[in-house]
Structures are given as C-alpha cells and as structure tokens.
C-alpha cells in the first residue's frame, strides 16, 4: 500500500512540475489556439508515459483521467494564464 501511495504522490508532482513548464512554453508561444494544442499533447504524452512506467497502479482510465490529467490541465492553465497577465519574463 505505500508504494501505491508514493507511486500516486509521484505522478502527481511530475504533472504538476510538467505542467508550470508547459505553461511557461505556452505564455512563449503566445498564440492562444496552438498553446492549448500544446498543452493537450503533452497531458496526453506524460499521462501515457508515466501510464507504462508506473508498473504498480493497475487502475482504469478513469482513475488516470482523475488523478494525472486533471492535475496536469489545471496547473498548466493557471501556470500561463499567471504568466500571460503578468507578462513575467
């Protein structure tokens, strides 16, 4: 049970850390459309990635769209809508 649980709070805090980067390259981009693409892509790419090498969650997809992809999406969002108000450099 706890490598079940240090395997969860690990690809939370890949997501998340994935995310504040493709947040920063999203506010780069500057162009609304193909930085949701962006975004998109890459939640999909790290939610399979992590999917094959996580060998110790055997969950269905819909746990994976809970607890990888919505973490990623909500951070990656609020990561460039920050950056895209506040034009940090």
Known sequence: MVKWLDAELTI????????VFVGY????INIPFISAIVGILVMVGMTLL???????????????????MFIF???WFITWTIFY????I
């Open 25 to 28: 390259l999203s506010f780069i």
């Open 85 to 88: 108000n506040t034009r940090i």
């Open 12 to 19: 939370t805090l890949v997501n998340a850390l994935v995310a």
């Open 50 to 68: 992590l999917k094959a090498t996580v060998k110790e969650i055997n969950e269905p997809f819909k746990w994976w769209v809970n607890s990888s």
């Open 73 to 75: 999406l909500f951070t």
